[in-house]
């Protein structure tokens, strides 16, 4: 299989991108940014002038200093043939561990000798052990997974000149992954969590996350089973990933036996009742009765109220039970629960943090051309966006406010905007209704006060994940762009919606009042009186968090553009005129449309953004459509496009992509597979890119491939 090729970024000055990293590596706090390879350039006329060229890379084997060594090698065989005009003198690999928090690099002079050593947190050198480069190599391997791109082209796009390989290619290199997973498997939590968990545990972290990954790609899932039951033996708590494993390999009985026992031993491990929890609501939905789907959801509402006692501060066991009350379509439930969701800051992914360099060298592979593809960077970079489009802050939600708004939305697609503003007044103390009984409660003297009425509806604070101080309230707000800012975000939509209707209606839509805030309580607590016979309405409300309330603004503003968008469709339409958009609207438009759940919607922006250019976010928006409904051509079509775009950009590897493959062969087997991507009308080099992903499901002996 052809490599992808070398992007080379140039230095300004000598040597000051292994600088930066070194500076960098004192603020890293999750797996580390990928390797970083320098290399210096000799002239082959003139040697006393050296440039230094750089890029990065995830997947290579970095088990030893001899396989990062021989990276170096094959990049000099590459660059160093009999025209060329310079040549490659030294190189330095960088690979980060960080299990010990240290920078490990192999220093390859040309010719002449291999030196391996790493750097601390302060700059300073010390030895490289064999249980340094264990822990290397199994960061490496983690790295490859989590930095992979899903198939949209969003993280390709993040870092310039990334070099991506599968970092596990047959079964040999497979083992010694597990091995090394199982030696240092009591450390992952270590290596801290995805950003949705508060507390990394031995079950939660990144070294867990990534085994399940590759576990769920592959599908080799009978080796997961074996490496989880010796890890069993050790401590109980790793039940909860045998029971996900067994349930990715259709062997739920095993699965349910095995949490069942374990829950015997320790009954509130959080992990454990949320995995049960999931497990039922999936199998709620298939079933057969609405008598069995009442069953099984009340039993997940069981499984899930305890995870919440078991971990109050996690944000995953809360989101959980409010997926179980909206699935029960109990809606003022939902609703409470998920405004007691505690809310973290993101953390994102460690990214290199590097100065400007001179030139940006970014060759495109002759096996990678594509006219489609390849016209994509000029027009993209021309088009013109509508303002209130590239304003819409849902579209940057990460962790665990992507996660909120997606229950919220769902919500939304089932009862609608107007219902959900209703059970919001029933369960949340509104601002106006607050206002009214303040005012009459005033008149009467009493040591009671309207604050003390609503906040005797409110959950314990420490079910809420923290004291409902503040200083809690303000971090909350901290953790998303423009969130900060809530009250002047609130007055802009105000402004927009009295533009487009003076009565507060925008194409149907009601903008929602606003809620009262804890803090809003808190100030009026001691100036306000009321009488003690008075019974108020808000001691049955609650008091409605800052975060949530800015989620239903932003929701609103979602819906504008929304409603706005499909009125004018429908009146083009009616008109028979054409409904024209910049390509990048139209991606943008398929996003909202996928984020508020109108699928259909979503394909149509997405077909009309393809239909004006390429578009790898759009692309896989409709390959996530075609795999649902099991179309296999328009699969297959979509996946050589990706496959290609994504190797045009270096990245020989996605998990995702791969995943979606190895789904086809199950279901149509190798046979169809590949006689349905030797058939389309496309080059064959371009073909056999998305051969070779078919070829690892055979290397792996996937359900579906011949032998």
């Not at 609608?416 to 209703?422: P, Y």
Request: proline share 4%.
């Amino acid at each position: 299989m052809v490599a992808p090729a070398v992007p080379d970024l140039t230095e300004e000055v000598l040597h000051e991108s292994i600088d930066a990293r070194t500076e960098s590596l004192v603020a890293l706090r999750e797996l580390g940014p990928p390797d970083l390879v320098h290399l210096v350039k000799q002239g082959v006329r003139n040697s006393g002038k050296q440039t230094g060229i750089y890029h990065h890379v995830t997947g290579v084997d970095a088990s030893s200093s001899a396989s990062l060594a021989a990276y170096i090698n094959t990049l000099t065989y590459k660059d160093n043939g009999p025209n060329a005009t310079s040549k490659i003198v030294e190189g330095v690999y960088c690979c980060y561990n960080a299990f010990s928090r240290l920078d490990m690099r192999v220093h390859v002079s040309i010719p002449g000798t291999v030196e391996s050593y790493c750097v601390d947190e302060r700059g300073e050198k010390r030895k490289a052990s064999d249980e340094l480069w264990l822990e290397t190599y199994l960061c490496s391997v983690l790295r490859a997974y989590s930095y992979a791109d899903d198939g949209s082209g969003d993280t390709i796009r993040r870092i310039v000149g990334v070099r991506r390989f599968n970092p596990v290619t047959n079964t040999e290199t497979e083992h010694r992954f597990l091995h090394a997973a199982e030696q240092l498997f009591f450390r992952g939590w270590q290596l801290g969590s995805d950003s949705v968990v508060q507390v990394p545990t031995n079950v939660s972290n990144h070294l867990t996350t990534g085994l399940l990954k590759y576990l769920q790609t592959t599908g080799r899932y009978a080796s997961g089973i074996n490496l989880f039951e010796k890890l069993r033996t050790q401590s109980v708590e790793v039940s909860s990933l045998l029971a996900k494993v067994l349930f990715m390999g259709n062997e739920e009985v095993s699965g349910v036996k095995t949490l069942y026992q374990s829950l015997q031993e320790t009954p509130m491990d959080y992990v454990m009742l949320d995995t049960q929890a999931e497990f039922l609501i999936k199998k709620s939905q298939k079933a057969e009765t609405p008598e069995m789907k009442e069953e099984r959801l009340r039993m997940a509402l069981g499984c899930a109220d305890r995870s919440t006692i078991a971990a109050p501060s996690e944000f995953g066991t809360w989101a959980r039970l409010a997926q179980v009350y909206v699935a029960m379509e109990d809606w003022e439930n939902a609703l409470t629960t998920l405004n007691s969701c505690p809310m973290f800051t993101y953390q994102d992914k460690d990214t290199p943090v590097m100065p400007e360099p001179r030139e940006v060298h970014l060759p495109i592979l002759p096996e990678t051309r594509l006219d489609e593809i390849d016209s994509e960077p000029e027009s993209r970079f021309s088009e013109q966006v509508d303002a209130s489009l590239l304003g819409l802050r849902a579209a940057t939600y990460r962790g665990t406010f992507k996660e909120a708004y997606k229950i919220l939305t769902e919500m939304t697609a089932k009862i609608g905007w107007d219902q959900l503003l209703k059970i919001r007044s029933n369960v949340f103390v509104m601002e106006d209704e607050y206002r009214t009984e303040k005012q009459e409660a005033t008149s009467a003297p009493s040591k009671r006060s309207p604050s003390l009425d609503g906040l005797r509806g409110t959950p314990d604070p420490t079910a809420n994940g923290g004291e409902p101080d503040d200083k809690e309230e303000t971090e909350a707000d901290k953790s998303e762009k423009g969130d900060e800012n809530d009250d002047g975000e609130t007055e802009k939509t105000e402004q927009v919606a009295d533009t487009l209707a003076p009565n507060g209606h925008s194409n149907g839509l009601e903008k929602p009042s606003n809620t009262v805030g804890p803090q809003e309580v808190k100030a009026d607590s001691d100036n306000s009186v009321s009488n003690d016979e008075h019974l108020s309405k808000l001691n049955t409300k609650r008091l409605c968090e800052r975060w949530l309330d800015s989620l239903f603004m932003v929701l609103y503003e979602d819906l504008r553009v929304y409603t706005i968008w499909r009125t004018q469709m429908a009146q083009y339409r009616a008109q028979q005129m054409q409904y024209k958009k910049s390509a990048e609207e139209w991606e943008i438009l398929g996003a909202l449309a996928e984020r508020l759940q109108h699928l259909d919607e979503a394909v149509e922006a997405y077909r009309a953004c393809l239909s004006l250019r390429f578009s790898p976010k759009a692309l896989a928006g409709v390959l996530r459509v075609f795999e649902k409904t099991k179309s296999t051509r328009e699969t297959v079509a979509s996946v050589i496009r990706l496959v290609t775009w994504q190797y045009r950009w270096y990245s020989e590897f996605s998990p995702e992509l791969l995943h979606t493959i190895r789904t086809l062969i199950e279901d149509e087997g190798a046979v169809k597979v590949r006689s349905i991507i030797q058939a389309t009308s496309l080059p064959q080099n371009v073909l056999d890119l998305t051969h070779h992903y078919a070829a690892l499901c055979a290397t792996f002996r996937s359900s579906g491939t011949d032998g």
